[in-house]
């Protein structure tokens, strides 16, 4: 995984999106395994342009392959609910909302920013993954809400 190459590319492009995930989660301090970048994205035809120059740059495919490959176009972009790709910088999963926190558009204002590798990057805030990471019933989520709390706790003060 190269997030580097992603938020590079979606900076150049001036996308808007909001990380959220694994990954976002990382960047407040848990410390959780990911193998991919999970992203909220702004659906106007405008982002949807800008987004599709981006993965393509990025040599983003629709994951699993299909038969026959489907272009990445802004129309298919506003068109999905949640999408999977991969290309050479790694797995990148596009999603039109968050459960418990809404599309872009509702969640984009609280979030805050994070210096990734020389990116400042639009991320859920701990708060807003708490949520998120309440409202969701596989395993995985609860064991990274246990790990969110956590964190929230140590950096109120509190005892781990």
Not at 104 to 118: H, K, Q, S, V
Request: hydrophobic share 40%.
């Amino acid at each position: 995984m190269n997030p580097e190459a992603v938020f590079q590319a979606l900076a150049e492009e001036e996308v808007e999106f909001v990380l959220v995930g694994g990954l976002a989660a990382t960047a407040h301090g848990a410390s959780l395994v990911t193998f991919d970048i999970d992203l909220c994205f702004r659906r106007t035809d405008e982002n949807c342009e800008r987004l599709a120059r981006a993965l393509g740059r990025l040599e983003m495919e629709i994951f699993p392959p299909r038969q026959s490959p489907i272009p990445i176009t802004p129309e298919l972009l506003q068109s999905y609910r949640l999408l999977h790709l991969r290309g050479p910088a790694g797995r990148l999963d596009l999603l039109a909302e968050i459960p418990g926190l809404g599309p872009y558009d509702d969640l984009f204002p609280e979030t805050t920013r994070i210096d990734l590798l020389g990116i400042s990057v639009p991320v859920l805030t701990l708060d807003q993954l708490i949520r998120a990471k309440s409202v969701l019933q596989q395993s995985k989520d609860r064991q990274h809400l246990d790990q969110l709390l956590q964190v929230r706790r140590l950096r109120e003060g509190g005892e781990e």
